[in-house]
T-cell receptor, first 112, second 118 residues
Framework: GNSVTQMEGPVTLSEEAFLTINCTYTATGYPSLFWYVQYPGEGLQLLLKATKADDKGSNKGFEATYRKETTSFHLEKGSVQVSDSAVYFCALSWGGYQKVTFGTGTKLQVIP | GAVVSQHPSWVICKSGTSVKIECRSLDFQATTMFWYRQFPKQSLMLMATSNEGSKATYEQGVEKDKFLINHASLTLSTLTVTSAHPEDSSFYIC??????????????FGAGTRLSVL
């Protein structure tokens, strides 16, 4: 079946450091790929998405590229801020109702 | 952006009682809503897909008589945990997908409900 594997956290970085959160997936067919972010006390928010191979999703300085050959969708940001501290979920969707499979989430802590 | 409200955010109940959780799409209509369960340090597990005006579709291993889902309108779905027991304690999250427009395939999430069964 479909599954998503992402790196375990927490990831602790200093402000302005480079961020990479790895995500790989297993799926039949051609799923859509997402990164969601959950800030403390809030619901999940869609951060970015990519719907086909080689697509690059980007938002708020974050980027991720849909790599079919390596079945990966790694999240990157060139310079993190304290306000980026949150839990990040990699996810894929399939099917007519866009059912979503989530990774386990990676907690990011950015210290001043 | 689209907003999904989930209520209550935290509920404590006695074993054997039932608890109802509401999920509302505040500024859009949602033909489809989803209910997830999240255990500590684990990913979200899809419990069921709720379609307005029809019976919910439950994932394998989820007891439909235990977790009753009603989607009576395009803006409201409810999850009732019946005869709750301590093992039902968890974080429950709903999401909703707009019925039309460009964002039809994006899920918008509520803030979640933490259920503690004593």
């Amino acid at each position: 079946g479909n599954s998503v594997t992402q790196m375990e956290g927490p990831v602790t970085l200093s402000e302005e450091a480079f961020l990479t959160i790895n995500c790989t997936y297993t799926a039949t067919g051609y799923p859509s790929l997402f990164w969601y972010v959950q800030y403390p006390g809030e619901g999940l928010q869609l951060l970015l998405k990519a719907t086909k191979a080689d697509d690059k999703g980007s938002n708020k300085g974050f980027e991720a590229t849909y790599r079919k050959e390596t079945t990966s969708f790694h999240l990157e940001k060139g310079s993190v801020q304290v306000s980026d501290s949150a839990v990040y979920f990699c996810a894929l969707s399939w099917g007519g109702y866009q059912k979503v499979t989530f990774g386990t989430g990676t907690k990011l802590q950015v210290i001043p | 952006g689209a907003v999904v409200s989930q209520h209550p955010s935290w509920v404590i109940c006695k074993s054997g009682t039932s608890v109802k959780i509401e999920c509302r799409s505040l500024d859009f209509q949602a033909t489809t809503m989803f209910w997830y369960r999240q255990f500590p340090k684990q990913s979200l597990m899809l419990m069921a897909t709720s379609n307005e005006g029809s019976k919910a579709t439950y994932e394998q291993g989820v007891e439909k008589d235990k977790f009753l889902i009603n989607h009576a309108s395009l803006t409201l779905s409810t999850l009732t945990v019946t005869s709750a027991h301590p093992e039902d304690s968890s974080f429950y999250i709903c999401s909703a997908t707009p019925s039309g427009g460009e964002e039809i395939n994006i899920q918008y999430f509520g803030a979640g409900t933490r259920l503690s069964v004593l």
